[in-house]
């Protein structure tokens, strides 16, 4: 399987009287235009996926929405694995049932999406994975989503996805 892992893009400030949920909180117009070409650019390099799964959190989901506007990507699923609280344990467990995917994205959040690459790649939360809001990277894996089972291929920022991708048709 090949494993999209994608960082929401950039969203609202903190701010508890607008979103006293912060799971609630929303990307801002600018993180969805800065998004909408950095999508293209994943979706160029990734011209289709089997499953788009995304945390159940706003940021996350618009992200994922943005993604699901692609040619040939499907519409996200809410995969609760990535939301809070999560340990990438159970993240990497949950992941499995996608075991027979050739391709699968997934959407979320620091720390738990930083958290499950780590694991992924090392073990551990000792490796320290920074992915930019609104960047990706690829993870490959020849057999189950298993602790030190997965070999890094890229990591790119969103300016880089965004530099992928075809020129907008007028």
Known sequence: MELYVVRHAVAFKRDEERWPDDGERPLTPEGKDEFRKAARGLGHLVPSVDALLSSPLERAWQTAEILAGLESWPDPKAFPALGPGVSPEEAAIALEDYAEAGAVTVV????GLHELVSHLLAGDAEVDVRIKKGGALRLSFHGPTRAR??????????ALLGSCAAPERS
């Open 108 to 111: 979320g959040h620091r720390p």
């Open 149 to 158: 089972t997965a070999a890094l291929r890229w990591l790119l920022t969103p």
